[in-house]
């Protein structure tokens, strides 16, 4: 990015982040959250499906496919569909870290277009932690891992108990979700912003 917002800049007292030692291997898939998540459900028709792997230390990776469904101008992805993507990578790190968090500000720079078909590759890391506070960053690229930036983002994430969700969250959609019997899928449910 050009210039990170004071807002998305560490305090000084922030610390390193810590992969918690139960987070998945690198390289390990880190599947869907929540099946109808627009981001990496599979029960979304014309969701993103993204794909994120762990990485090394509090890293991920995760690719997508843009489909015609994601365009904005003619035959080129729509800038908000690109920023869901940057926002899901991203919030997949909480999983590394083994905590329930929701985006608090995402800064995303458009860097160039990114035409219909094109595999979008994402990195993302955590940067450091502040009490509640999560601060990570994410590049996506086009044409492979190493490819030409098309988008970047800097975020905050904002540490939060399951009752976020089930304060604010629609019934229905909730006991859903709370009364899955996979301990694991029910906490996953409640992982990534809202």
């Given at each position: ?68 469904d994601h365009q904005g101008a003619p035959g080129l992805a729509h800038g908000g569909v690109l920023a869901t993507a ?31 078909g094109t595999v979008l590759h994402l990195e993302a890391e955590v940067t ?67």
């Open positions: 990015m050009t210039a990170t917002s004071p807002r998305l800049t560490p305090p000084a007292d922030a610390i390193p982040p810590v992969r918690h030692p139960d987070a998945p291997a690198p390289g390990e898939p880190l599947g869907a959250h929540y099946a109808h998540c627009f981001g990496c459900g599979g029960g979304q028709p014309h969701g993103l499906h993204l794909e994120a792997r762990a990485g090394e230390g509090v890293t991920v990776t995760a690719e997508f496919t843009v489909t015609p940057l926002d899901e990578t991203l919030g997949s790190l909480n999983w590394l870290l083994r905590v329930i968090a929701v985006t608090g500000r995402l800064e995303t720079d458009f860097v160039r277009p990114v035409p219909v450091a932690v502040h009490g509640r506070k999560i601060y990570s960053t994410a590049v996506g690229r086009i044409g492979g891992p190493e490819g030409p930036v098309a988008v970047r983002a800097d975020a905050l994430f904002i540490e939060v108990k399951v009752d976020h969700f089930i304060d604010n969250g629609r019934p229905e959609e909730i006991q859903a979700a709370m009364s899955d019997p996979d301990q694991v899928r029910r906490a996953r449910a409640f992982e990534v912003n809202p």
